[in-house]
């Protein structure tokens, strides 16, 4: 389950897209119902996505649902198999194409991280501030919850996998102010994502995932639950837990 981030930021481009925010609460849940493995693909990853609360935004707010909808479904496409706009379509959440805007080709989100995960994605905003009608968002997620399917059996443990991105958002400039429409407000729910558009009509307009300098608490981190002398590298016949999404999405929207 060796991923490189840096790697993949200078194969995106240094200056893109992208997005985060959440609540997670003390004690551990069970993982979901379904079993990972019934569910996994090559080309899908079999993901969730918890939020860990943080003061720097409100969750709930229409900016905490674009930022949750935005990077949890970049999370999705960068984790399939392939690499390609279908992918990006069927792996991000209803509307992420869209949302992508003019700042990065939607052939170029998949498939950085390669195909076979499964567990769980925690996320983190430790940044925010509003610059005219656009948001600037610093934004920590946190990868070592998750397993990567090799040759049948999950690549799991190792050290803290875990980076971060500031990216910029807001109303599309192409559209009218009165034709203009922000995300909805209160998204929550048992469901894995949202079953239609969480976006509105606003875009993303900058990422930039080299953020070492920038963003180093977000780097170098367990994520709630981990624990920090877990084992090196190993191969297990299970892939980890996909627990439940928190906040999570309104409705029964599948994984």
């Given at each position: 389950?060796?991923?490189?981030?840096?790697?993949?930021?200078c194969?995106?481009?240094?200056?893109?897209?992208?997005?985060?925010?959440?609540?997670?609460?003390?004690?551990?849940?069970?993982?979901?119902?379904?079993?990972?493995?019934d569910?996994?693909?090559?080309?899908?990853?079999?993901?969730?996505g918890?939020?860990?609360?943080?003061?720097?935004?409100?969750?709930?707010?229409?900016?905490?649902?674009?930022?949750?909808?935005?990077?949890?479904?970049?999370?999705?496409?960068?984790?399939?198999?392939?690499?390609?706009?279908?992918?990006?379509?069927?792996?991000?959440?209803?509307?992420?194409?869209?949302?992508?805007?003019?700042?990065?080709s939607?052939?170029?989100?998949?498939?950085?991280?390669?195909?076979?995960?499964?567990?769980?994605?925690?996320?983190?905003?430790?940044?925010?501030?509003?610059?005219?009608?656009?948001?600037?968002?610093?934004?920590?997620?946190?990868?070592?919850?998750?397993?990567?399917?090799?040759l049948?059996?999950?690549?799991?443990?190792?050290?803290?996998?875990?980076?971060?991105?500031?990216?910029?958002?807001?109303?599309?400039?192409?559209?009218?102010?009165?034709?203009?429409?922000?995300?909805?407000?209160?998204q929550?729910?048992?469901?894995?994502?949202?079953?239609?558009?969480?976006?509105?009509?606003?875009?993303?307009?900058?990422?930039?995932?080299?953020?070492?300098?920038t963003l180093?608490?977000?780097h170098?981190?367990?994520?709630?639950?981990?624990?920090?002398?877990?084992?090196?590298?190993?191969?297990?016949?299970?892939?980890?837990?996909?627990?439940p999404?928190?906040?999570?999405?309104p409705?029964?929207?599948?994984?």
């Amino acid at each position: 389950m060796d991923r490189t981030r840096l790697v993949r930021s200078c194969t995106v481009v240094m200056a893109v897209v992208l997005l985060a925010a959440g609540c997670h609460r003390g004690d551990q849940p069970q993982p979901t119902t379904s079993s990972p493995a019934d569910g996994l693909d090559k080309y899908k990853p079999n993901v969730s996505g918890r939020w860990i609360a943080n003061p720097a935004i409100d969750l709930m707010s229409p900016e905490g649902t674009f930022i949750r909808a935005a990077f949890e479904s970049w999370e999705r496409a960068d984790h399939s198999l392939r690499r390609d706009v279908d992918t990006v379509d069927a792996g991000g959440y209803p509307g992420f194409v869209r949302a992508l805007g003019n700042s990065i080709s939607p052939a170029l989100v998949t498939g950085g991280a390669g195909g076979g995960w499964a567990g769980t994605i925690y996320y983190e905003v430790v940044s925010f501030r509003q610059e005219g009608n656009q948001f600037v968002a610093g934004v920590c997620d946190y990868l070592s919850a998750l397993s990567q399917n090799s040759l049948g059996r999950y690549e799991r443990g190792g050290p803290p996998n875990s980076t971060g991105h500031w990216f910029t958002f807001g109303p599309d400039p192409a559209v009218a102010p009165d034709q203009q429409h922000e995300p909805p407000a209160n998204q929550k729910g048992p469901a894995l994502r949202p079953s239609g558009n969480v976006f509105g009509t606003w875009v993303i307009t900058k990422i930039d995932l080299v953020t070492d300098k920038t963003l180093p608490q977000c780097h170098n981190k367990y994520p709630p639950g981990v624990p920090t002398d877990r084992p090196d590298k190993y191969l297990s016949a299970d892939p980890a837990p996909v627990l439940p999404p928190d906040p999570g999405w309104p409705g029964a929207g599948g994984a």
